[in-house]
């Protein structure tokens, strides 16, 4: 599977921004997608995933209630809507994927990744 996120930008503190990852190759029917960022100097981490088949979901306490995952079926798209967005949110954000509905948090049990995006995030 080929993934290419898009959407980062620069924002003002408490702004939005919805971030893309477009899935082509392999079909999804059983598969998970999820949003992971990096800042500087950090490791890698879980934003959000969703389940491709049924639309569940799961998120970091980070960005509980600020951000938003979801899925278009039919134009293989993931979304990231990022609301009320802080200057610790700057980073990449890139999508992975995985072969399996269970939610993991961890990059490794992603073996799919598209390229990053950057996104910042002005005081």
């Known amino acids: 599977v080929q993934l290419q996120a898009s959407g980062g930008g620069l924002v003002q503190a408490g702004g939005s921004l919805r971030l893309s990852c477009a899935a082509s190759g392999r079909t999804f029917g059983s598969s998970a997608l999820a949003w992971f960022r990096q800042a500087p100097g950090k490791e890698r981490e879980f934003i959000a995933a969703?389940?491709?088949?049924?639309?569940?979901?799961h998120y970091a306490d980070s960005v509980k209630g600020r951000f938003t995952i979801s899925r278009d079926n039919v134009k293989n798209l993931v979304y990231l809507q990022m609301n009320s967005l802080k200057p610790e949110d700057t980073a990449v954000y890139y999508c992975?994927?995985?072969?399996?509905?269970?939610?993991?948090?961890?990059?490794?049990?992603?073996?799919?990744w598209g390229q990053g995006t950057q996104v910042t995030v002005s005081s």
């Open positions: 969703i389940r491709w088949s049924s639309s569940s979901t």
């Open positions: 992975a994927a995985r072969w399996g509905p269970t939610l993991y948090t961890t990059r490794n049990d992603y073996p799919s």
